[in-house]
T-cell receptor, first 112, second 115 residues
Framework: AQTVTQSQPEMSVQEAETVTLSCTYDTSESDYYLFWYKQPPSRQMILVIR????KQQNATENRFSVNFQKAAKSFSLKISDSQLGDAAMYFCAYGSNYQLIWGAGTKLIIKP | EAQVTQNPRYLITVTGKKLTVTCSQN?????MSWYRQDPGLGLRQIYYSMNVEVTDKGDVPEGYKVSRKEKRNFPLILESPSPNQTSLYFC??????????????FGPGTRLTVL
């Protein structure tokens, strides 16, 4: 069965600095998708970034980028120029066969 | 405004009292799904539906029922709630019959407490 592991329950970063959130997954499939979702205190789930497994190029969305290492089954999220509004829970998710498997989440704290 | 709505947003109930959490989307999405979120466990899928009258179990379907009679609605039914179903519930939808290739849009969540 597929699993998603986020080994950092909590991370903190100084405002304007860069932080990387880790995610590893386990699968025997070759075709799948990976996602990072953000959940601020409002509880709303917001898609941050998406990566197709067959694409070697790492996805980027403004200040957010991923480091996708398919062989290592690693999918980390880098947030550059951290802002106070980035404070949230971040969830990594693996998608295949009409299901999303989620990690336990990483709480990101931004220090002003 | 494109959105997924859930009702109620908060609910406190007692063991055994049947309840329904409604979910509705106005984006004409084929795919809809229910998740529960518990601390330290992330989100776990309860049921999903790829289209009208097509539903399937997720990872934690025990104690829940769903129906998809209309494309826009996907209610979650707890026939006999128990305290271990106390959780935060999310409904989500996607515009393709596979949620994997498109962004899932989430509702605001329903905080359920079963006493």
């Amino acid at each position: 069965a597929q699993t998603v592991t986020q080994s950092q329950p909590e991370m903190s970063v100084q405002e304007a600095e860069t932080v990387t959130l880790s995610c590893t997954y386990d699968t025997s499939e070759s075709d799948y998708y990976l996602f990072w979702y953000k959940q601020p205190p409002s509880r709303q789930m917001i898609l941050v970034i998406r990566q197709e497994a067959y694409k070697q190029q790492n996805a980027t969305e403004n200040r957010f980028s991923v480091n996708f290492q398919k062989a290592a089954k690693s999918f980390s999220l880098k947030i550059s120029d951290s802002q106070l509004g980035d404070a949230a829970m971040y969830f990594c998710a693996y998608g295949s066969n009409y299901q999303l498997i989620w990690g336990a989440g990483t709480k990101l704290i931004i220090k002003p | 405004e494109a959105q997924v709505t859930q009702n109620p947003r908060y609910l406190i109930t007692v063991t055994g009292k049947k309840l329904t959490v409604t979910c509705s989307q106005n984006m004409n999405h084929e795919y809809m799904s229910w998740y529960r979120q518990d601390p330290g466990l992330g989100l776990r899928q309860i049921y999903y539906s790829m289209n009208v009258e097509v539903t399937d179990k997720g990872d934690v379907p025990e104690g829940y029922k769903v129906s998809r009679k209309e494309k826009r609605n996907f209610p979650l039914i707890l026939e006999s709630p128990s305290p271990n179903q106390t959780s935060l519930y999310f409904c989500a939808s996607s515009k393709h019959d596979s949620a994997l290739y498109n962004e899932q849009f989430f509702g605001p969540g329903t905080r359920l407490t079963v006493l």
